[in-house]
């Protein structure tokens, strides 16, 4: 499979994590974000007239969304559905729900990092607002999950993609002026993210303390 992508961006980074944890092959296609522009070329709005990057090409189709990768590879390659719960309507009601959590981080807290790190336009005090909104929503489910005994997103024993797809901005955040001090169940789930076997580490992503893992493409 190939995967167009700029590895600073968390969205790319998510995707090339699923994919190292699941041992699923990715050759990677660099298409320079900035300070080219390459994702509004001519050449590239015609594999994907949405100029968003990643794009996964499985070989059989062309995948434009980043939460649409997760998906694809997750329903392809793990046969023991434990990272997409297919045959559990609640907890796909739940991880969908927190796929749109992620992807509002994208929009808030991962606006604020593209804003701060190459000049990205954007209302940046509304982006931090709402991203600190997601982390308090997120804070509260956590602390509360953790009481009873659930240590991710959705009340199994695994973690998801809805983990891994949250997770990309949330530790990325701190780079577009979004502390995360204040969210103390926020960094412990960080720490257990960091944990999962095949964790893979990108630039701005530190492994966890007490487990050796490898560097992943672009760090």
Same mark, same amino acid.
């Given at each position: ?93 739940? &991880? !969908?729900?927190? #796929? ?6 994208? %929009?808030? /807290? +991962?606006?604020?990092? *593209? ?18 909104? &997601? !982390?308090?929503? #997120? ?6 999950? %953790?009481? /009873? +005994?659930?240590?991710? *997103? ?66």
């Amino acid at each position: 499979m190939l995967l167009y992508e700029w590895a600073a961006l968390p969205e790319c980074y998510a995707v090339r994590l699923l994919a190292a944890i699941l041992e699923v092959p990715l050759t990677l296609r660099h298409v320079d974000y900035y300070p080219a522009h390459e994702h509004e070329s001519d050449a590239f709005l015609t594999l994907n007239p949405l100029g968003t990057l990643p794009v996964l090409d499985t070989g059989e189709t062309i995948l434009l969304d980043w939460l649409g990768a997760l998906t694809y590879l997750a329903a392809r390659h793990d046969p023991e559905r434990r990272w997409l719960p297919l045959e559990h309507t609640d907890r796909m009601a739940s &991880l !969908l729900e927190w #796929l749109s959590v992620a992807r509002a981080l994208s %929009e808030s /807290a +991962g606006a604020a990092r *593209l804003h701060d790190s190459i000049g990205q336009e954007a209302d940046i005090a509304g982006c931090r607002a709402k991203a600190h909104a &997601l !982390l308090r929503h #997120l804070e509260r489910h956590l602390w509360f999950g %953790e009481r /009873a +005994g659930c240590s991710w *997103l959705l009340q199994n024993e695994h973690p998801t993609i809805a983990d891994l797809a949250v997770f990309v901005n949330v530790i990325l955040c701190e780079e577009g002026g979004v502390e995360r001090l204040d969210y103390p169940a926020v960094r412990r789930w960080t720490d257990r993210v960091k944990q999962i076997p095949g964790f893979v580490v990108t630039s701005g992503v530190f492994p966890a303390a007490t487990l050796e893992v490898k560097q992943g493409p672009g760090a």
